[in-house]
């Protein structure tokens, strides 16, 4: 069977100050998977409408993202880092995907429900439509691999669901001479233009914790600034945050087991754990049996090690905004080539005269 090239993309929406959840869980695996890959990193700034129709500056949003992305090691010459607006073939195909998936499809998704809550009649289409444009961004460059955290894998299924149903729709239209390849659909053979993408999902913390609640996920929309580290905090904030996460009375257990049933332990030791790049099992290992007031210095010295040559570099990148905004323009050019093959052989597939 032939095979898809593969392709890794993935993307973060310009909404508020990125946090250690964003880095851990997408950020620091950007950077170690263009290590042996060919990478395209998105600034989804087309998304950040779907939750916030006005913002007060989009621009500066955008350029934080890609500063942090640039900060964290992602070397913008040798892959593509851009942000969304600047390749409109992004939004067309996303319109194309709408008259693929079904109603029933979208229905399911557990994120409309969620971020819509109970007034749903007020939510925006773009809020209901973006697993359709999520699914276009990647499949724009039929990409092969997406680095998402466990919240994203049903919008990527829905990816896979839209795609098997073009490639079947318009299966005697995708011809054997270079547009698609062959892959196996139960035991049949289809001739296929988009690939089944897969979900890269792994690490001690896939999903990072609120400091305040360890039920909850850590997030920029949190009202409280206690309950997040900013990739933009400085050593003493991430001191005092870290000092103040919320914690329970009792002991670091020597076993994994032991966490179970305390949210907060287990977000503080999985935290350790992901910026150390070990395991869970490891890090009571050594701290198992000790009290959190041995553990949070230990856990601030750490954070502080990681991310403030990150910070710094962040913040010299912010003064030079000419030099974000040539990244993105070089990037969205390189983009919009790759991203106009695709849609001159879509539109060829669908029948549109071009």
Known sequence: MTEFKPLVFSGVQPTGNLHLGNYLGAIRKF???????????????????????????????????????????IDAKKH???????????????????????????????????????????????????????????????????????????????????????NMDFHDKIVPTGLGVDIKVGEEPVH???????????????????????????????????????????????????RKAKTDPDALPSETEGLKGRPEADN?????????DTSKADVLAEFGGQQFSVFKPALVDLAVEVLAPINAEMRRLMEDPGHIDAVLRDGGERARVRAEKTMNEVRDIIGFVR
């Open 192 to 242: 296929a233009y988009f690939p089944m993408v897969e979900p890269l999902i792994d690490g001690p913390a896939p999903r990072v914790m609120s400091l305040k609640d360890g039920t909850k996920k850590m997030s920029k929309s949190d009202p409280s600034d206690l309950s997040r580290i900013n990739l933009m905090d400085d050593q003493d904030a991430i001191s005092k945050k870290i």
């Open 268 to 276: 503080l030791v999985g935290i350790f754990a992901a910026l150390a």
């Open 80 to 166: 593509i880092v851009f942000n969304q607006s600047q390749v409109p073939q992004h939004a067309e195909l996303a319109w194309i995907f709408n008259c693929v998936a079904r109603i029933g499809w979208m229905n399911r998704m557990t994120q409309f429900k969620d971020k819509a809550g109970k007034d749903r009649e007020q939510a925006s289409l773009g809020l209901y439509a973006y697993p359709s444009l999520m699914a276009a961004d990647i499949l724009v460059y039929r990409a092969t691999h997406v680095p998402v955290g466990d919240d994203q894998k049903q919008h990527l299924e829905l990816a896979r669901d839209i795609a098997m149903k073009f």
């Open 31 to 73: 950077v170690a998977l263009q290590e042996n890959n060919d990478c395209i990193y998105c600034v989804v700034d087309m998304h950040a409408l779907t939750a916030q129709l006005v913002h007060e500056d989009m621009a500066t949003q955008i350029r934080s993202i890609t500063a942090a992305f640039l900060a964290a090691g």
